[in-house]
Each structure stands twice: as structure tokens, then as C-alpha cells.
């Protein structure tokens, strides 16, 4: 290829990822969904550990193994983007939030060994990773982003910045910028320069100049950014945690946002949102819901009272049977139904590629109820919504496998990651794609080997028995 042939080639590619605009930034927005992720060096993943993401992401585990680890950073940069002020590169929590950090150092793995000070997390799609490492300034008792490496499909892309660049090294980390220099130097008659700023928890480059003038106003400022899609991913996840908040009698009225971006605990939306989709007329999704309430045997409708401007109330009927109604306030019946709830709704307001990231998705359920929620998650697979499972039930995942031979799930849109603890404490995963026949390969000793062995010890103590 000739030199010029090639350097068009990068100004496309420069033009196609940035995005020129007078007096504002705006920075490239990519569409493509996070298709994978990684995480080292936080709480007890020590090593890199990556977890793929399809329409179905299972994960499972014993208790402690880091389940709810490998997520766990993923949710702190979804609060520190919603955070209504700059927090800094990670906002640890506050009220409302879905994490509560009081220290950096809570989040770094422990090693008799040896210790550092910072943690890392990645994002991959089809076109470009991005990988950022947090660290905590012991000096200044702050943190920070030591780093962030962008790697496009051609190794020729990758270049890696952090904060306090020059632009000079700037440039030299990203070749690409320099005919996009030369070319703004010539228009604006400028010397234009390029600086790394941060924007909450990720970094992006943009362009300024260090002349000022009346005509700097028309000066169009640059940003790059290709953590754009991450974000745009990472603020609409829908996360229901395993210790779901209690039933109120009362919940306020909170505003729904068209965009589907749910800040804080998803549980504070849940009222609102049925009673949105009552005033809207959405009769499909009031039907959808007391479809699937009825068929895990809670209920047969669900309701909304407003008690006043702030307030409204959740009712639903004592009675399986539709044509029995007596509705009462969601308080007074089990927990069950105030515990399915949030799933279920979340489970119908997402969009298509939208994640929802349960925790125990089978937490106050009668086993039968396991089965029907299984078929409750296909349909919203079918619709596609992505939805990550952390589970403990076995039942759960032999429905899914039941689906899967029955051709209710494609068995090419699940991933089954198992977490295992060694004996330093630290995380494993070994991930396994699914057959056709729903296998998922070797069980981990946490399931089926022990299900069986209960189901030994208790047939041996019935025959010692009847010995005796």
C-alpha cells in the first residue's frame, strides 16, 4: 500500500471516530454492546479472570468464590457516571447508591506476598477494547487512574494514555491525531495541541489551543473518546441485588426516563413504573406481569392506588384465581411477591441489549416457581434483553438446560461461568459454552455431586434403620 493510500486511510478512520463541534464537546458514541469483560486485582480476583457476555450469562459458584466480585466493578462505575457531581474517577457511594465503599483499600486483593495499590477493569466489543487501571495515591490519599489502553482490531490502533500528558506524548501514543493537527493548525491558523482530561471514571483526549482570541469561540474542540460505548452500556444496567429491599406499604413517585436509565436501586422505580404503564394504557405489559405472576403461583393482578402527589401504594389480589379479587396492600401478603416483583418488572421495561443483572433470582421461591421463572427469562432472551444470572439453584439451571434441548433457548446464546475458591482465597472461573443437548460440560463439585450425595446419605441412613 502506498503512504498516501494509507495515511487516507487512517483520516477516514479519524474521521469516522470524531465528531466536530463549535464551542462543545462531542464525543463519538458507538452502538456496539459490551460483548465481554475482564477484572484483576479486586477483592479476590487477583489474576486477569474474563467473563463473556451473552443473551444468557450464568454465573455459579459456592458462596464467597466471586460471583458477585466479578460484577461488582462494573456497578461502581455505574454510580460514579450517575453521581450528580464529580466524585472523582470512582464515586464509593453515598445514598441511594448501589455500592457502599468507605476505602480504596477494600476493593484491593490481599496477598500475603505482596500488595498493590490498584485494581483494573476492561470492556471489549466487536471493534475496540478498553482497559483502565484505578490506583490510590498513598502520597496524596486520593485515587486516581493510573492508565488507560485502547486496542483497536489493528494492532497498529493501540496506544495507551494517562493523566498529565503532553501533547507531544500524546501524539506519540496516538499517531493517528497528527493529520488531524496539521489539518486544524492550517483551517483555524492555530497551533493546535492536544491534552488527556478526565471525565469521572474514564479518560479521553481532546484538542485546545493556547492562543486566545475573539475568534477562539468558533475554535472547534475536539474529543476522542472509545469508552463511549462502555458507558452507554453501563448506565442503562439494571441491577437487582439478592437482599432485595422489604415490601413498603407506601412508595414515591419517582420520574421515568425515556432513555430507560434507572439511577440508584432499581427497587425505588418499581411502583412508578407500573403506574406509568396503567396512565400510558400499556396493557400488554400489565398483562405480561400478571401472567407472570400467576404462572410462579403469587398472584393474579397488581395494582397502583395514589394516596397523593408523592405517594402512591402497590396492591395485589389474595387470589391465584382471576375471577376472585380482593386486593390488598403488597405488605401484607408474603414476600415472596415484593421479591419477584423487581425482577419481573425489570425483566419487561428493559430494551433490546439492555443488561439486567440479577443476584438470586430464585430467593424466596417454591421450587416449582424456579421452573416457571426459568420460562419467564427465555421470553425476555427472545425479546432481546441480556440478562446475567448469579445463581445457587440447581433446579433453576436444569430448567434452563430442559429449555435448551426443547428449543425454547438457542443454545449458541448461553455462557455458564463457575467460580471456584482456592486455597489462598482467591477466585477462579472456568467458563463453558452449552450443546445442543443443554450440556454444559463437568458440574462443579458445589452442585450436582453434593445434590447427589445428599440424596446417598439420606437413602444409607433410611437403610441403617430399618438394620438396626
Known amino acids: 500500500m502506498k503512504s498516501g493510500a494509507k495515511r487516507n486511510t487512517k483520516s477516514n478512520k479519524l474521521r469516522n471516530n470524531i465528531k466536530f463541534k463549535v464551542e462543545e464537546l462531542d464525543d463519538f458514541e458507538i452502538t456496539e454492546k459490551i460483548k465481554k469483560f475482564w477484572v484483576s486485582n479486586y477483592k479476590s480476583i487477583k489474576k486477569k479472570q474474563e467473563i463473556e457476555i451473552k443473551p444468557l450469562t450464568i454465573l455459579a459458584g459456592a458462596n464467597s468464590s ?28 453515598g445514598p441511594n ?24 477493569i476492561g470492556f471489549c466489543n466487536d471493534e475496540t477494547e478498553v482497559s483502565i487501571t484505578y490506583k490510590k495515591d498513598l502520597a496524596e490519599s486520593k485515587i486516581d487512574i493510573k492508565s488507560q489502553k485502547i486496542t483497536k482490531i489493528n494492532p497498529d490502533e493501540s496506544y495507551e494514555i494517562y493523566p498529565n500528558m503532553s501533547s507531544n506524548e500524546v501524539l506519540k501514543a496516538n499517531e493517528s ?51 463511549t460505548y462502555v458507558e452507554d452500556q453501563l448506565r442503562r444496567i439494571i441491577y437487582l441485588p439478592g437482599l432485595r429491599s422489604t415490601p413498603e406499604r407506601m412508595y414515591p413517585i419517582t420520574a421515568i426516563e425515556s432513555s430507560n436509565i434507572f439511577e440508584g436501586r432499581f427497587e425505588n422505580y418499581i411502583a412508578s413504573i407500573i403506574s406509568n404503564w396503567y396512565k400510558s394504557n400499556q396493557k400488554d405489559k400489565i398483562h405480561l406481569l400478571c401472567r407472570y ?45 415484593s421479591q419477584i416483583l423487581p425482577l419481573l418488572v425489570a425483566l419487561i421495561v428493559a430494551h433490546k441489549g439492555q443488561i439486567v443483572y440479577i443476584e438470586q433470582p430464585e430467593i424466596h421461591l417454591h421450587p416449582k416457581a424456579h421452573v416457571a421463572l426459568a420460562r419467564i427469562i427465555s421470553e425476555s432472551i427472545k425479546e432481546g434483553v441480556t440478562v446475567i444470572l448469579e445463581t445457587h439453584s440447581e433446579l433453576l439451571l436444569r430448567q434452563f438446560q430442559t429449555l435448551i434441548v ?13 467460580f471456584e475458591r482456592d486455597k489462598n482465597g482467591l477466585s477462579t472461573i472456568t467458563s463453558s459454552d452449552v450443546d445442543n443437548m443443554g450440556s454444559f460440560g463437568e458440574w462443579p463439585q458445589d452442585f450436582a455431586d453434593i445434590s447427589l450425595k445428599s440424596q446417598d446419605d439420606y437413602l444409607t441412613a433410611i437403610e441403617n434403620m430399618m438394620l438396626e
Open 66 to 93: 466471586g460471583k458477585s466480585s466479578i460484577f461488582q466493578p462494573l456497578l461502581l462505575l455505574k454510580q460514579t457516571l450517575e453521581s450528580s457531581y464529580d466524585a472523582g474517577p470512582l464515586y464509593l457511594g
Open 406 to 418: 426443547s428449543k425454547k433457548i438457542n443454545f449458541s446464546d448461553v455462557k455458564l461461568h463457575w
Open 97 to 120: 447508591s448501589i455500592l457502599q465503599i468507605t476505602d480504596f483499600e477494600q476493593l484491593i486483593t490481599k496477598n500475603a506476598d505482596r500488595k498493590e495499590n490498584s485494581f483494573s
Open 177 to 227: 491525531l497528527r493529520e488531524a493537527q496539521e489539518l486544524l493548525s492550517k483551517v483555524f491558523e492555530k497551533d493546535i495541541k492536544w491534552r488527556v482530561v478526565r471525565e469521572k471514571c474514564y479518560l479521553r483526549i481532546e484538542s485546545y489551543s493556547d492562543l486566545n482570541d475573539s475568534n477562539d469561540k468558533f475554535f472547534p474542540q475536539i474529543g476522542i473518546s472509545d469508552f
Open 293 to 337: 405472576l400467576q404462572e410462579l403461583g403469587l398472584t393474579s393482578r397488581v395494582n397502583i392506588k395514589p394516596l397523593n402527589d408523592t405517594r402512591i401504594e402497590i396492591l395485589v389480589n389474595r387470589y391465584l384465581d382471576e375471577t376472585r379479587e380482593d386486593m390488598v396492600n403488597i405488605a401484607d401478603v408474603g414476600l415472596g411477591v
